[in-house]
């Protein structure tokens, strides 16, 4: 069995505007430096770092071919084996990533977002032992907080006793995660992420619990959470 790691990297990022603490060119977030070092870096030393994971897949905009061919030499990611082309979504970036490896119908695919550096060892070797028995298993987290439905004032609330925050990694055997990716281009169906498609094609999905610090880079606090995290590893 082998273990292919997909690293989607398309987005854009560009609403973000980087804090003055953190002064960078404007880039995708993935591509923004902290102390000294892309955050999608962060994210592929721990695939790197990981000796159950065979191969490193990163899907991407072609303009930052060039950046991550950098990376990939700055830091020795040999397990990187291939960069392609991003798509219009998610969805599709990931799909053209899956397209271009040849696995066998059990080997294990898994993905993870660009944006999320401080993935764990222990949470990524417990997810890939979930996926290895059951074939699929996706990382999230217990909802803590009260949660509420409304624009400007609440409309209702809603019991989350049994509601997760969806993370990454997403884990599943190929043969799984490509039937499920090749429905929903049939159906001309986009979902939120990898774990929608594979349920929605009628496959269970275990869930395999997350933690906090592997939350995903999204506004500008988010940037200043990670910046003081790795400040003060």
């Known amino acids: 069995?082998?273990?292919?790691?997909?690293?989607?990297?398309?987005?854009?990022?560009?609403?973000?505007?980087?804090?003055?603490?953190?002064?960078?060119r404007q880039v995708p977030k993935q591509y923004i430096r902290i102390n000294g070092k892309e955050i999608i870096a962060y994210t592929l030393e721990v695939f790197q770092k990981c000796d159950l994971i065979d191969e490193i897949i990163i899907s991407a905009c072609k303009d930052y071919f060039d950046?991550?061919?950098?990376?990939?030499?700055?830091?020795?990611?040999?397990?990187?084996?291939?960069?392609?082309?991003g798509g219009e979504e998610r969805q599709h970036s990931v799909f053209n990533a899956l397209k271009s490896i040849k696995a066998m119908d059990n080997d294990l695919i898994v993905v993870h977002d660009a944006v999320r550096p401080l993935l764990s060892q222990e949470i990524l070797l417990k997810s890939i032992?979930?996926?290895?028995?059951?074939?699929?298993?996706?990382?999230?987290?217990?909802?803590?907080?009260?949660?509420?439905?409304?624009?400007d004032s609440v409309v209702s609330y809603i019991d989350r006793q049994d509601v997760y925050y969806v993370q990454t990694p997403q884990i599943f055997h190929f043969r799984i995660l490509m039937d499920a990716f090749i429905k929903?281009?049939?159906?001309?169906?986009?979902?939120?992420?990898?774990?929608?498609?594979?349920q929605r094609a009628g496959n269970k999905v275990n869930i395999v619990s997350g933690s906090s610090f592997n939350f995903k880079i999204t506004t500008e606090e988010d940037l200043l959470i990670l910046d003081n995290i790795i400040q003060n590893r």
């Open 184 to 198: 929903a281009e049939k159906e001309e169906f986009i979902g939120t992420d990898e774990s929608m498609l594979v």
């Open 67 to 85: 950046l991550l061919h950098t990376i990939k030499n700055n830091y020795s990611f040999s397990k990187i084996s291939k960069i392609v082309e």
């Open 129 to 151: 032992d979930a996926a290895k028995i059951s074939g699929s298993a996706v990382v999230a987290i217990k909802a803590k907080d009260t949660l509420i439905k409304g624009t």
């Open 1 to 24: 069995m082998k273990i292919f790691a997909i690293i989607p990297s398309g987005g854009s990022g560009l609403r973000m505007n980087n804090p003055p603490c953190l002064p960078d």
